[in-house]
């Protein structure tokens, strides 16, 4: 009788033992899995694209300029569109973002009114990206520009 009963109590802990170490094999990649994502972060998100700007970049007038970046966020990785608007002040040029300040909408340049203008509520810009109508908090924001072989490049922090 007596060897009956460790019988038992050595296979029920084989077959505990089997099953800890079956659900180990499948937790460790299962979490892996849940857990890069984070652990890599989004990449592309804080990326430098390049701005195929003309030759002349006029100092009365914005020229919208149309770029794309690729991202990665986790696994998915994807080509996004955006553009930004380009002017001179003087002889710095400055590249603007084209989201409204206010609630996010695409703002657009009006040559008539010299204005940029959100179509959602009314915000409207000067020139050098300052509020002068409707809701918007703030100016446009200007993107960080830098040279890399004699191309202009704009940080992208999200798609404009």
Not at 35 to 44: E, M, S, V
Not at 53 to 59: A, F, G, Q
Request: proline residues 7%.
């Amino acid at each position: 009788m007596r060897t009956e009963i460790d019988r038992r109590r050595f296979l029920a802990k084989l077959a505990g033992s089997v099953s800890a170490l079956w659900a180990l094999m499948l937790a460790v990649p299962g979490i892996g899995f849940l857990l890069t994502p984070i652990t890599r972060g989004a990449r592309g998100t804080d990326r430098w694209v390049h701005l195929n700007l003309p030759d002349i970049v006029p100092t009365d007038r914005p020229i919208r300029i149309d770029f794309a970046a690729d991202l990665e966020d986790g696994w998915m990785q994807r080509e996004a569109k955006g553009f930004a608007y380009a002017v001179r002040e003087g002889a710095d040029l400055v590249v603007f973002s084209p989201i409204c300040t206010h609630l996010g909408c695409k703002v657009s340049w009006s040559d008539s009114k010299q204005r940029f203008l959100c179509p959602c509520h009314g915000g409207q810009y000067d020139l050098s990206g300052r509020v002068v109508a409707g809701p918007p908090p703030a100016p446009l924001n200007r993107l960080s520009m830098r040279t890399v072989d004699d191309r202009v490049q704009i940080e992208v922090t999200s798609i404009a």
